[in-house]
């Protein structure tokens, strides 16, 4: 009796709640009766479920239990209840009101609310035609991808004990640059894996640093990779949830896989009660299209700052970062460990406005996500980004993996913590100020280092990146002091040494470049890049016996390396080897077919002995990949030889355009200009050579025989008698002024 | 004398309908009816509830395995309950070998075990004391640890284990403490209980 009083009354207040709702919805079904206003599975409950569960709730979905039919969600109805006026799920921790984003999850208060009367009135099934539940593809989302990668040995999850991370290396088997439109994870076991973040590693570092053991996994939550030396910054958030199916870019937004590249599968696995394993494949579809718009991820942090006494429980760890360029921002992920309670993140505008980027206020590892915002979020130049992140260390953090707390720093393993704020940001450059070329992004990456440097002036990644950025722009002194400073921080690193050879080379300091090579070579004897960069400084300064050991050492370490062979055809051929090189040349573009010194090399040996033709394509695809002076010069020299004047017109004169205060390109245009018969036109050209090289008595003597020609006599007198001047003895001026 | 016979009728008569109605607390996955949940030398039973689509019990499993492990050779009893009405031996079968093998299955689909302990959710633990030479009693019901907080939010490692406490208590002779505080789990669902008052 008594239970049948509770249940009637409940019947009651669900439908008094469910008939308020529709009526503050405004739906004209709010006028029915209290008791038909009753939600059903039918009617309300299903169309929720479908559009707002099901993704991952389905059979072999990486939601626990599938939630597609009626009996299955009545089984689950109360957890239903429970998690969604709890807003565990659907999982989505940003509050509303503090950042529009795409793909919004938070369940609206309207659902949550139908969601509890249909439980509280017995779940009823409802007489309304049945909803046909939604497919989901069990295989590749957009079809078969272009490249599978796939890891080679499953990787084992013990049935309990704490979550685990991972990081599993996947080397990428391609030859040359892609550009990837859109990337699927398939983590093999979805119910395993939490989440998982995809990260290039351009120079296979992770693999090099784990020779043994890259392919079990390497734990860490947080990886840092080494991004090589051209400035080739992060740019998308690869990044995988439960619910995500595949990431397409943007378009005009690809991302490049350089070949080298190795993509780490960075995973958050959770312990189901079972052994398990997993074996990952990520799928990826490649575009033509190179990518037109270049965003880039920017990082708030301020690591050092943490370090957090044990019971605190409101511990604040804040940083900002001042834009120097207007950005659009695409995406936001911020990132904490187990003790991150709040986040906040916010852009002050030049104006003083504040703009929100996002808030939360119950950070939870296990439901972390990337957030792309619903429009992108413009910032002009001078905005200030701030982060705010608020850490509990008490005993009350439920999270808390250590019992009782203990003082907490930063640190990569899951007891350690961090306080990262991702932005993923479209820079534009300032029409007023930056030339057409210029790269705003390194306006960004010079903004962000300095931002390290003023929170840890010690800090050996941000002197060696804007280090790195000093000698992009060509100021090799500053570039030197601050790979000096990286040093000092951290001796010993190879490729710090590497890369203050490199800059003190630039700078004309040769000598001080070799011993730097050479002690990175003593410090870590296989370092690919200082090995490289001693074979390639000695075979310029002729130093070629020694030039080609080194080389001969790359290419038996690495024999598929298309660099190390065309390093050695090139000493080979330098060493007047042509037979060898050409070897070289064609296994570094069989590995590499746009490699452009093997391109550039076996032009040169196919020039050389006469095969025009041949050596016509190499130059063209020498050309495509890197416009230079030389493959120009010797493309034009080859047209000239081919008595295809007008194209040799066309390439000497780009060549020109590429060495502009060169006096050779000037001298060869006025030659075939007057082969031409173009008189005025090699006369400039013969102008030119002399004022950009007034030395040469050849050139003067020259420039008078053209001013003769054109009938300038006066002209001509002046030139050669600035030839005999500079050397009294020439027959040929002599010549040529006793005529006049 | 009559009355004294009268007696012992009744009494052989009671004892009798007693090693008949020897209690049925549930079906093995093979169908057989299980009628004792513990030898003359068991000290304890532990009943521990759980469900094959409950995440949460699932997830549960290396604990649970942890104290069958260390209380085994005490004199300790351990099933895996479950109470699911709709449970089907297969389907116990196939769970309990992907979870642990070595672990003793029983189905309760009459709730006896339920009703017995009264278990509300999975997984959650019942240790029984000997009440009689067959019958059990509940010393403790509840938690098994305060890994789960709720749904979707829990400790990264349990800080109290509720279920080992109450066991270490009863061999030990103490008083067992009651039960604390509600876990996360999955609602048992079994008609045959929830028809009772």
């Known amino acids: 009796m008594n239970i049948a009083v509770r249940l009637g009354l409940a019947t009651l207040a669900a439908a008094a709640l469910a008939a308020a709702l529709l009526a503050l919805s405004g739906n004209p079904a709010a006028t029915v009766s209290a008791q038909s206003a009753t939600p059903t599975w039918r009617r309300q409950i299903a169309p929720i479920l479908y559009k707002n569960c099901t993704s991952c709730h389905h059979e072999g979905g990486s939601g626990p239990f599938s939630l597609t039919s009626y009996p299955q969600a009545k089984r689950w109805a109360s957890v239903m209840q429970t998690v969604t006026q709890s807003h565990v799920m659907p999982p989505w921790l940003p509050e509303p009101g503090f950042g529009a984003f795409a793909g919004d999850r938070r369940l609206s208060d309207e659902d949550i609310a139908l969601i509890r009367a249909w439980v509280e009135s017995g779940t009823p099934e409802g007489s309304d035609p049945a909803l046909k539940p939604p497919m989901y593809a069990a295989d590749w989302e957009l079809g078969p991808p272009d490249i599978i990668l796939e890891m080679t040995t499953p990787l084992p999850v013990p049935a309990g004990g704490a979550d685990l991370f991972e990081n599993i290396v996947l080397p990428v088997p391609l030859q040359s640059t892609h550009w990837v439109r859109a990337m699927e994870i398939k983590p093999g076991s979805p119910q395993v894996v939490h989440h998982a973040n995809v990260i290039l590693d351009p120079t296979a570092s992770l693999r090099r640093a784990h020779p043994s053991d890259w392919q079990h996994g390497i734990p860490g939550m947080d990886i840092l990779v080494d991004s090589g030396n051209s400035f080739d910054p992060d740019s998308h958030f690869l990044f995988w949830k439960p619910d995500s199916t595949a990431l397409v870019e943007p378009p005009g937004m690809p991302w490049k896989l350089d070949p080298g590249t190795d993509l780490v599968l960075n995973l958050h696995l959770k312990p189901t009660g079972k052994p398990e394993s997993v074996r990952a494949r990520i799928g990826l579809y490649f575009t033509p299209n190179p990518a037109t718009e270049h965003p880039m991820l920017l990082q708030l942090e301020h690591d050092a700052a943490l370090d957090i006494p044990a019971g605190q429980s409101a511990f604040v760890v804040e940083d900002t970062l001042r834009l120097p360029v207007r950005v659009d921002v695409l995406g936001i992920y911020p990132h904490a460990h187990y003790l991150g309670k709040k986040m906040e993140a916010w852009a002050t505008l030049p104006s003083g406005d504040r703009r929100w980027l996002i808030l939360i206020k119950d950070w939870d590892i296990d439901r972390q996500a990337v957030y792309r915002f619903a429009k992108p979020v413009p910032l002009p130049l001078g905005t200030v980004v701030h982060m705010r992140y608020t850490y509990d260390n008490s005993a009350h953090n439920v999270r808390n993996p250590n019992s009782p707390p203990i003082r907490v720093r930063a640190g990569n393993r899951s007891v350690d913590e961090m306080g990262h704020l991702w932005l993923q940001v479209l820079p534009h450059p300032e029409p007023a100020s930056d030339a057409p070329t210029s790269d705003p992004r390194l306006k960004l990456e010079r903004a962000w280092m300095e931002n390290r440097l003023r929170k840890d002036p010690g800090d050996d990644i941000a002197l060696y990146n804007l280090a790195s950025l000093f000698t992009t722009e060509g100021d090799n002194a500053q570039a030197i002091q601050l790979y000096r400073r990286a040093l000092a921080k951290r001796p010993g690193n190879a490729r710090t040494i590497t890369s203050l050879g490199t800059a003190l080379e630039a700078s004309g300091d040769w000598q001080g470049a070799q011993s730097q090579y050479r002690a990175a070579i003593l410090r870590e004897p296989q370092y690919t890049d200082a090995i490289f960069n001693l074979a390639a400084l000695d075979l310029r300064h002729g130093s070629l016996p020694e030039a080609e050991q080194l080389f001969r050492d790359l290419v038996a370490a690495h024999p598929g390396d298309a660099g190390a062979r065309a390093g050695l055809g090139s000493v080979l051929l330098a060493s007047e080897r042509p037979a060898d090189a050409r070897s070289e040349f064609e296994a570094a573009l069989a590995a590499a077919p746009d490699n452009y010194d093997a391109l550039l090399g076996l032009a040169q040996i196919h020039a050389s002995s006469g095969d025009l033709k041949i050596a016509e394509p190499l130059l063209l695809r020498a050309i495509a990949v890197r416009n230079d002076a030389e493959p120009q010069r010797l493309l034009a020299m080859v047209y000239a030889g081919t008595g295809k004047m007008d194209l040799a017109l066309v390439h000497l004169l780009a060549w020109q355009r590429l060495q502009p205060s060169d006096a050779e390109p000037h001298r060869a245009l006025a030659q075939v200009y007057s082969q031409l018969g173009r008189l005025s036109d090699a006369l400039r050209e013969q102008t030119q050579v002399v004022t950009l090289a007034p030395g040469s008595t050849a050139d003067w003597n020259d420039l008078g025989v053209l001013e003769a020609q054109s009938g300038d006599k006066l002209a001509a007198r002046r030139a050669l008698e600035h030839a005999l001047a500079l050397d009294p003895e020439n027959k040929a001026a002599k010549a040529n002024l006793q005529r006049l | ?197």
């Open chain 2, 1 to 197: 004398m009559p009355r004294r016979l009268l007696v012992l009728a009744t009494m052989l008569t009671a004892l009798a309908c007693h090693a008949q109605q020897r209690p049925e607390f549930g079906r093995n996955t093979r169908g057989q009816a299980i009628t004792s949940l513990g030898g003359p030398h068991t000290r304890a039973v532990v009943l521990f509830f759980v469900a094959s689509d409950c995440p949460v019990s699932n997830r549960t499993f290396p604990e649970m395995k942890r104290l069958r492990q260390k209380f085994s050779s005490r004199g300790v009893r351990f099933w895996f309950v479950y109470p699911n009405q709709n449970e089907r031996p297969i389907q116990v079968r196939l769970h309990q070998s992907a979870y642990d093998p070595d672990g003793q299955a029983l189905l309760d689909e009459a709730g006896a075990l339920v009703r017995l302990s009264r278990a509300r959710i999975t997984p959650q633990v019942s240790v029984l004391a000997p009440d009689g030479a067959i019958h059990w009693k509940p010393v403790y019901t509840g938690r098994i640890d305060n890994r789960s907080i709720q749904f979707g939010k829990e400790r990264p490692q349990p800080t109290e284990h509720f279920a080992e406490r109450a066991l270490s208590s009863l061999l030990a002779g103490r008083a067992v403490a009651p039960a604390i505080g509600t876990g996360a789990g999955c609602a048992i669902v079994n008609p045959a209980v929830s028809r009772e008052p």
